[in-house]
T-cell receptor, first 109, second 115 residues
Framework: EDKVVQSPLSLVVHEGDTVTLNCSYEVTNFRSLLWYKQEKKAPTFLFMLTSSGIEKKSGRLSSILDKKELFSILNITATQTGDSAIYLCAVAGNNDMRFGAGTRLTVKP | GAVVSQHPSRVICKSGTSVKIECRSLDFQATTMFWYRQFPKKSLMLMATSNEGSKATYEQGVEKDKFLINHASLTLSTLTVTSAHPEDSSFYIC???????????FGSGTRLTVV
């Protein structure tokens, strides 16, 4: 059975801290792994990863995929209170896209 | 580019009635659309995958007669919650695969409240 497992489920840090969010997966017919940030409504896209070892960066956020070990990490450096959200990892197969349970990140001032 | 318009954003209905949620791709053709349900403080649960012109594939435990999905055109997929009950109250959201870059784009979601 396909599964996407995120850890930790919840994380509380202070502004300026660096966080690493984890996503491991077991899916058939892997196409891509995606990271989303969800605050109040629809998730907003962060990264799509298809190849191992290539880091994607956007400002203070970065992510990398390991297709051999079947996991991805999302790093956020110099966290800000505006980073507080649920971070969702999704894995897309040929005909589905499944989400992990999410990591709820709280950044305190 | 790649925008999915989802309507309505919020709906309140009485028990026993049916509610239709639409997802329309505005500037691309969505051959595949995913429908998700999200409970408060939980992640997105895949309900079904719809492919244009064919029957939707439902996830285990999702009642196909209750959650009717129609994907009759390359730009429109609909989810109808039939004979709604209070336990159907939830946040429903669609996502479409963008063929050109293999990415995915979400609708803005529909918050359904059944009273």
């Amino acid at each position: 059975e396909d599964k996407v497992v995120q850890s930790p489920l919840s994380l509380v840090v202070h502004e300026g801290d660096t966080v690493t969010l984890n996503c491991s997966y077991e899916v058939t017919n892997f196409r891509s792994l995606l990271w989303y940030k969800q605050e109040k409504k629809a998730p907003t896209f962060l990264f799509m990863l298809t190849s191992s070892g290539i880091e994607k960066k956007s400002g203070r956020l970065s992510s990398i995929l390991d297709k051999k070990e079947l996991f991805s990490i999302l790093n956020i450096t110099a966290t800000q209170t505006g980073d507080s959200a649920i971070y969702l990892c999704a894995v897309a197969g040929n005909n589905d896209m499944r989400f992990g349970a999410g990591t709820r990140l709280t950044v305190k001032p | 580019g790649a925008v999915v318009s989802q309507h309505p954003s919020r709906v309140i209905c009485k028990s026993g009635t049916s509610v239709k949620i639409e997802c329309r791709s505005l500037d691309f053709q969505a051959t595949t659309m995913f429908w998700y349900r999200q409970f408060p403080k939980k992640s997105l649960m895949l309900m079904a995958t719809s492919n244009e012109g064919s029957k939707a594939t439902y996830e285990q435990g999702v009642e196909k007669d209750k959650f009717l999905i129609n994907h009759a055109s390359l730009t429109l997929s609909t989810l109808t919650v039939t004979s709604a009950h209070p336990e159907d109250s939830s946040f429903y959201i669609c996502s479409a695969r963008v063929q050109t870059n293999y990415g995915y784009t979400f609708g803005s979601g529909t918050r359904l409240t059944v009273v």
